[in-house]
């Protein structure tokens, strides 16, 4: 068990281009989640998949956001058209939905809009 | 989820014990409690949780009061390492019939190990 897995780590990229993250869950794990964590505040939820379904999505993610877990193992989320306002690190989480469903976090993408 | 409460800040020397409060006095009979730290520029992990009765782990103890409106993580031994921000968190469990997947985070208090 390599832990939760996350692609790139950091990532800087110019106002209104498009950038796309990876993550890859525990092995197993059939939840899997996304936030987002800006400066000085915690983790906020975006949206989470229960194998390929995704099951919800919060208001934060706007239409430019998209996220995919095709096969039901590793996460995509994409940002078109990248705002200095998406600057944030975003996190990847996965879970166990059997027993206590507890969350365990990747490290991060941090993502710089210039 | 309940709201928390935590105090932004607090100091810890080396080798002592460090003891974070946390006031979630709004919570329902099937949500637990968790604690996850999270060390600068790196992602949250997990640490311990607990519904009612105190638990320990290799990492910390978790102390419940009675009336569950409040809770302590108590790290035994502090390490330079330790030094975190560390989030309380309250949710309700799969187990209790609840769906709430999602981890709603505060602020947290932010513990420096001092040596």
């Known amino acids: 068990d390599t832990g939760v897995s996350q692609d790139p780590r950091h990532k800087i990229t110019k106002r209104g281009q498009n950038v796309t993250f990876r993550c890859d869950p525990i092995?197993?794990?059939?939840?899997l989640y996304w936030y987002r964590q800006t400066l000085g505040q915690g983790p906020e939820f975006l949206t989470y998949?229960?194998?390929?379904?995704?099951?919800?999505k919060s208001r934060l993610l706007s239409d430019r956001f998209s996220a995919e877990r095709p096969k039901g193992s590793f996460s995509t989320l994409e940002i078109q058209r990248t705002e200095q306002g998406d600057s944030a690190m975003y996190l990847c989480?996965?879970?166990?939905?059997?027993?206590?469903?507890?969350?365990?976090f990747g490290p991060g993408t941090r993502l710089t809009v210039l | 989820d309940a709201k928390t409460t935590q105090p932004p800040s607090m100091d810890c020397a080396e080798g002592r014990a460090a003891n974070l409060p946390c006031n979630h006095s709004t919570i329902s009979g099937n949500e637990y409690v968790y604690w996850y730290r999270q060390i600068h520029s790196q992602g949250p992990q997990y640490i311990i949780h607990?519904?009612?009765n105190n638990e320990t782990n290799e990492m910390a103890s978790l102390i419940i009061t009675e009336d569950r409106k409040s809770s302590t993580l108590i790290l035994p031994h502090a390490t330079l390492r330790d030094t975190a921000v560390y989030y309380c968190i309250v949710r309700v469990e799969r187990g209790s019939g609840g769906s709430n997947y999602k981890l709603t985070f505060g602020k947290g208090t932010l513990l420096t190990v001092n040596p």
């Open positions: 092995s197993e794990h059939n939840r």
């Open positions: 607990g519904l009612k």
């Open positions: 998949f229960q194998n390929e379904a995704q099951l919800e």
């Open positions: 989480a996965s879970s166990l939905y059997r027993d206590t469903d507890t969350q365990y």
